[in-house]
């Protein structure tokens, strides 16, 4: 992709003006800290810091920004359970942020800045900010990824007026119906949460499987994560994709079903990632290891079964989410109402830790700069290797995993190897450009 103004950037990614949402999510907004009031689901006071005095960090604060959807529960997990003040990072802020845009925004600026210094964020975002493909006058953001916060957990929702339809994996029954319903009121909407995002490369790989271009037969625009519900009640758009909770809550409300979990297009693809500043991380890097172990921490605690209770508990208060628990426990649980059929203990649950969730595979973060290639988000002439090299920080991981004895996780790997989609077109991170090369429907 040229060398694009921003404004430039998220009109090409098809993004709605502020007319078109109830809330557009794109332009800067104040993220709002939280903190941990005493409440019956918050741990008691962590034990004594187990870092000794030359692992100390440099210091004991951090602002890290999340958004309202359930696999931010690592880091909102981290905060309530002490985690953070374990090791040695006892004023942590863990602040809601609007949108990712407005995350985005905030990380521009940093917490010298007024900002933010890390996020829960979608996993490619970093790659955009570091080629400055999304940030002001394109400015290079450098950006490090520390840790995958999870795999799958997230959904694509259809409005109930195709309900009859059953979509599922297939989504090439929904050309004609597409077409259909464009014919008789104009431009057919499906809702993303960022352009370039995950969000966006699930509905846009979906869509192009059943033979749907999502550049040409629908409109993708942009709507923030909690404001997806809303705006389908209104009829401002046919489908959105998005994390969880708010899939479950469409269904809840009765307002449209879920077409698929993601989990059923790429079984245990990796989603969120926990992002940093590499100007911070460089700065700090002791500190920046304290957070990454708190993190795995919380991780390994949020997927044991024993505990998704109290997690969705915590994750649903008024400072956190705000939503009722019933939105968020049954999925965490991988019990599935999709409104026009039922999954029951799937094995496609939102994993934090399990089978390597928590690795920064490599590989993955190729899968998503290939895609964003794939749709003109990158330049097809990017030396994708060197930006992975520079961006993915699995050393930082692979050290925090030690020293929380967990050596035994880390993969042998920084490949996960050939993964294979639901429509059986195969990844392989050793030939990236063969898999776009045989992708029938892109961009470039």
């Not at 990712?100 to 933010?116: F, H, M, P, Q």
Request: with cysteine; hydrophobic share 40%.
């Amino acid at each position: 992709m040229s060398n694009l103004s921003r404004r430039q950037f998220i009109f090409t990614a098809g993004a709605a003006t502020a007319a078109t949402v109830l809330v557009n999510g794109c332009s800067s907004g104040s993220s709002t800290s939280t903190s941990s009031p005493a409440s019956s689901t918050a741990a008691s006071p962590a034990a004594p810091s187990p870092v000794g005095a030359a692992d100390a960090p440099e210091v004991t604060t951090a602002k890290l920004g999340f958004i309202a959807l359930t696999d931010s529960a690592p880091l909102i997990i981290a905060k309530e359970k002490g985690l953070f003040a374990k090791y040695g990072m006892p004023d942590v802020e863990v602040a809601k942020q609007a949108s990712w845009a407005v995350t985005r925004d905030n990380l521009e600026l940093g917490s010298a800045g007024g900002g933010i210094d890390g996020a829960h964020i979608l996993s490619p975002m970093p790659y955009l900010m570091s080629t400055g493909k999304i940030t002001k006058g394109n400015k290079k953001v450098p950006m490090y990824i520390l840790a995958r916060l999870n795999v799958n957990g997230q959904g694509i929702t259809l409005a109930n007026s195709y309900k009859d339809l059953k979509i599922g994996t297939d989504s090439a029954p929904l050309k004609e119906a597409f077409a259909k319903a464009k014919a008789a009121k104009g431009d057919i909407k499906c809702a993303v949460t960022f352009p370039g995002g995950t969000h966006d490369l699930w509905m846009r790989y979906w869509l192009a499987a059943g033979g749907i271009d999502p550049n040409k037969d629908v409109s993708t625009i942009v709507v923030p994560p909690p404001q997806m519900v809303a705006n389908l009640k209104v009829n401002n758009m046919e489908a959105f994709c998005v994390g969880e909770p708010w899939n479950a809550q469409t269904v809840n409300q009765d307002l449209g079903y879920s077409a698929v979990i993601t989990g059923e297009l790429w079984k245990d693809h990796p989603e969120k990632a926990l992002s940093m500043r590499a100007e911070w991380v460089d700065q700090y890097p002791k500190a920046t290891k304290a957070i990454v172990m708190a993190v795995q921490e919380a991780q390994i605690w949020c997927d044991d079964p024993a505990n998704k209770a109290e997690m969705c508990k915590i994750v649903s208060a008024r400072q956190w989410f705000k939503v009722p628990e019933a939105d968020i426990l049954a999925r965490a649980q991988g019990n599935f109402d999709l409104g026009v059929r039922k999954l029951e203990n799937s094995p496609l649950l939102m994993k934090f830790w399990n089978d390597a969730a928590s690795y920064p595979f490599k590989s993955h973060d190729l899968w998503f700069v290939t895609e964003d290639t794939r749709w003109g988000y990158l330049p097809a002439d990017l030396d994708k290797k060197a930006l992975i090299d520079t961006v993915n920080r699995e050393d930082i991981w692979r050290e925090a995993a030690k020293a929380i004895g967990q050596e035994a996780a880390i993969p042998k790997d920084t490949s996960r190897g050939v993964e294979t989609f639901f429509d059986g077109v195969k990844f392989d991170p050793a030939d990236p450009d063969a898999y776009l090369k045989g992708l029938a429907i892109k961009k470039i």
